[in-house]
């Protein structure tokens, strides 16, 4: 039984590691410049799904003649995710669960304060949330939240008009489907315990 149990520690192995880790910065599109939102399924080879509820377009910085006049780059690049803010939140929904989430942030031209919020959720429950006040214009803010999701929210908050600015969005992917050098693994790993044991069996029956 020695192969088998083998061969089970390899699959719960593969199970439990994370795929690589995903980013996006938006400069991966043309930016469309516009007040719509992000196509849905724009990033959807990532396993993430877009679906906001204000101004969630991209936007080429200033470097590309500052369309919009956001007043700001990107952090990776000259695009951004622009949204102005009026009670914005912004919801991504993935494919299976990720670990771990990170964003930059920045205040923009025509905004006096605001406040960006992060929130990570698990089915229906907000496992861990942050905060923070953003700086200057085109001075971007880092924020990170820890845990196991399949729902991110972002919203933005000020007094009065407030758009911001998003850059630069990382987790890592987990619970999908393992790729195929795991898959051929595990193959490989119950294969040789099958042989094992048939060898073991006829031994056995020998003796």
Same mark, same amino acid.
């Given at each position: 039984?020695?192969?088998? =149990?083998?061969?089970?520690?390899?699959?719960?192995?593969?199970?439990?590691?994370?795929?690589?880790?995903?980013?996006?910065?938006?400069?991966?599109?043309?930016?469309?410049?516009?007040?719509?939102?992000?196509? +849905?399924?724009?990033?959807?080879?990532?396993?993430?799904?877009?679906?906001?509820?204000?101004?969630?377009?991209?936007?080429?910085?200033?470097?590309?003649?500052?369309?919009?006049?956001? $007043? =700001?780059?990107?952090?990776?690049?000259?695009?951004?995710?622009?949204?102005?803010?009026?009670?914005?939140?912004?919801?991504?929904?993935?494919?299976?669960?990720?670990?771990?989430?990170?964003?930059?942030?920045?205040?923009?031209?025509?905004?006096?304060?605001?406040?960006?919020?992060?929130?990570?959720?698990?089915?229906?429950?907000?496992?861990?949330?942050?905060?923070? =006040?953003?700086?200057?214009?085109?001075?971007?803010?880092?924020?990170?939240?820890?845990?196991?999701?399949?729902?991110?929210?972002?919203?933005?908050?000020?007094?009065?008009?407030?758009?911001?600015?998003?850059?630069?969005?990382?987790?890592?992917?987990?619970?999908?489907?393992?790729?195929?050098?795991?898959?051929?693994?595990?193959?490989? $790993?119950?294969?040789?315990?099958? =042989?094992?044991?048939?060898?073991?069996?006829?031994? +056995?029956?020998?003796?």
């Amino acid at each position: 039984m020695k192969p088998l =149990v083998i061969a089970l520690g390899i699959l719960a192995a593969i199970a439990g590691v994370p795929a690589q880790a995903a980013t996006i910065t938006f400069d991966e599109f043309a930016p469309d410049n516009d007040n719509g939102a992000i196509p +849905a399924a724009r990033y959807a080879a990532l396993g993430v799904t877009f679906v906001g509820t204000d101004d969630g377009s991209t936007w080429g910085g200033n470097a590309n003649g500052n369309p919009g006049n956001w $007043g =700001v780059d990107g952090t990776n690049g000259p695009v951004f995710s622009g949204f102005n803010g009026d009670s914005n939140a912004q919801t991504l929904t993935f494919a299976g669960t990720i670990s771990g989430f990170s964003l930059d942030a920045s205040r923009t031209n025509g905004s006096s304060d605001g406040t960006i919020t992060l929130e990570g959720y698990l089915g229906a429950t907000l496992v861990a949330s942050n905060s923070v =006040v953003l700086g200057a214009i085109n001075s971007w803010s880092a924020l990170a939240i820890a845990g196991t999701f399949d729902r991110i929210v972002y919203s933005g908050t000020g007094s009065n008009f407030h758009p911001f600015a998003i850059d630069n969005l990382n987790w890592d992917a987990r619970g999908g489907v393992p790729e195929p050098a795991s898959w051929a693994l595990m193959i490989s $790993g119950f294969g040789l315990a099958g =042989v094992a044991m048939r060898r073991r069996a006829a031994k +056995a029956a020998l003796a």
